[in-house]
């Protein structure tokens, strides 16, 4: 069967069914690849340019009534607000709340008087005496200020055996050992490098400039090697226990990021280096966070870390954490499923995005959250209990709905449905003990400061530079997460180590 083409200049031209049918069949699939690429030209946009925000809008979360939302938002043990008249009145405003200082913080009075010229009376020329006093507080900032500890140790001999022995007993004070010999480095230094480096996001050659401006040439490879130093030397050990006791836990969360090391041998510059990230629960006594630098994202290497752990194990979908002994649990993260129905949801007009598929998902995904907020102040065995009754239907109702979508595989809501079918099994090992969580968010936060701190420092010299900046980091965010100040923990840390003190009684939790 020949067919006729009609050209713009309305010239015939005769083809067959076959041809007519490949054309259709291209036409069609070139749509399809320009209806993809529009999708992700508009995703890149708006991470791009638009709020990273994945907080749902109040109008969008009651607007689709899917589930009973009153039973979700009601709260019957909070009581009425009582309505109370007040009378207009002005009053100071007051300080916010978030703006606090320490009550013991050193005060400096500056009085103000007047001259003495002054002090009379301009109505009988009397002596004017103080009958009270105005005061008004402000806050002084000293920047950071460098001395000189210059240790001087006694050395004492005996006069009577100067002059009558012929051996003279030499006895020395003791003095501390320091935290680096031959270099004038103290522990209070290297602990302030530390803590402005991976706390405060400086970076070193902007710490050498700040130094430099004080009058202070204090070169950046100076500090680094301070760094790398007492590292080695006195926080390699703590590190090493930190990785013991984490793996006796029975819940840890686990994530990677990437990072750029120079000189990797068998590697160029701008390819790509992990840091992985383990850390303990919200059911652990002693928080634990663990950052691991490996070259490579292999499943080797969480495989080598955890091959002494056994219990349940959160993790994202990367399949580098499916392939663990059987001893591990992994358990699936329900905000990467979120995520993933919120990017799809990004594409679609905002005018148009109730009922969607996208929006149904997401919207599966905030009651599936709004649930297991209620159930934060449960202990372990009451959230174990409660999740299977109230928690796991909805999930249920959830997989269902994906089952039955008819979204195309390849869109965006549909690579989201995928997903979450995907990591079904994994999903659903929450309900296998109250200590678990929907998410891994807490890993995320976790990471979060390093891959912070890499926007200002970019990238490691040496894999023996990532290896510390992997151990400073884990002691600081562990010291952190166990309400410690880093500055004075570290300090504490560089002064007792080289002085006898064991590892035990220098951990974020033994330390006193």
Request: with cysteine; net charge neutral; charged share 30%.
């Amino acid at each position: 069967m020949r067919f006729l083409w009609y050209n713009q200049d309305m010239e015939t031209a005769t083809i067959s069914k076959t041809e007519y049918d490949n054309l259709l069949a291209e036409n069609v699939e070139l749509k399809s690849q320009i209806q993809w690429l529009m999708e992700q030209l508009k995703l890149s946009k708006s991470r791009q340019f638009a709020a990273s925000s994945e907080k749902t809008a109040q109008g969008d979360y009651c607007q689709l009534n899917l589930f009973n939302e009153a039973e979700l938002t009601a709260a019957p043990d909070v009581p009425e607000p009582e309505l109370v008249e007040i009378e207009r009145h002005y009053r100071k405003r007051k300080r916010s709340a978030a703006d606090r200082l320490p009550e013991d913080l050193p005060v400096k009075e500056v009085i103000h008087e007047l001259p003495e010229s002054e002090k009379v009376c301009p109505c009988c020329d009397g002596e004017m005496h103080v009958m009270g006093r105005e005061t008004r507080d402000e806050l002084e900032l000293v920047p950071a200020t460098a001395k000189i500890i210059r240790h001087v140790r006694q050395v004492y001999s005996c006069r009577n055996c100067e002059k009558n022995s012929e051996e003279v007993p030499v006895i020395k004070a003791e003095i501390p050992e320091p935290v680096i010999k031959g270099s004038f480095a103290s522990p209070k230094a290297i602990a302030h490098i530390m803590t402005q480096k991976f706390v405060m996001g400086s970076p070193l050659y902007r710490q050498e400039q700040e130094w430099n401006r004080q009058g202070i040439m204090l070169s950046r490879q100076t500090m680094s090697n301070w760094l790398i130093r007492a590292t080695e030397d006195w926080l390699s050990p703590i590190y090493e226990k930190m990785c013991e006791l984490l793996r006796t836990s029975e819940v840890l969360h686990a994530d990677e990021t990437t990072l750029q090391v120079l000189k990797e041998p068998g590697k160029t510059a701008q390819s790509k280096s992990y840091m992985w990230l383990y850390r303990t629960g919200s059911d652990a006594k002693n928080p634990t966070v663990l950052y691991e630098y490996q070259p490579s994202r292999k499943a080797e290497h969480p495989l080598e870390f955890l091959k002494k752990f056994k219990g349940y194990l959160h993790t994202d979908g990367y399949e580098a954490y499916h392939n663990l002994p059987a001893g591990i649990t992994v358990v699936g993260c329900f905000a990467h499923v979120r995520r993933k129905f919120n990017d799809a949801l990004k594409i679609i007009p905002e005018n148009k995005r109730i009922g969607t598929a996208a929006f149904q998902g997401k919207h599966y995904c905030d009651c599936l959250f709004a649930l297991e907020r209620k159930l934060a102040n449960l202990s372990s065995q009451e959230r174990f209990s409660t999740r299977k009754e109230q928690v796991k239907p909805l999930m249920d109702e959830f997989f269902e709905w994906c089952k039955k979508s008819d979204a195309l595989p390849k869109s965006p809501v549909g690579t989201a449905i995928q997903y979450a079918l995907k990591q079904r099994k994994y999903l659903e090992n929450v309900f296998s003990d109250g200590r678990l969580e929907l998410s891994n968010n807490r890993a995320e936060r976790s990471i979060k400061p390093f891959v912070i701190d890499r926007k200002n420092f970019l990238f490691c010299n040496t894999p023996r530079g990532a290896k510390a900046s992997a151990m400073m980091f884990s002691i600081i965010e562990t010291a952190k997460e166990n309400g410690l100040n880093p500055f004075e923990y570290l300090s504490q840390v560089f002064r007792k180590a080289p002085n006898g003190a064991t590892v035990d009684e220098l951990l974020p939790w033994g330390l006193s």
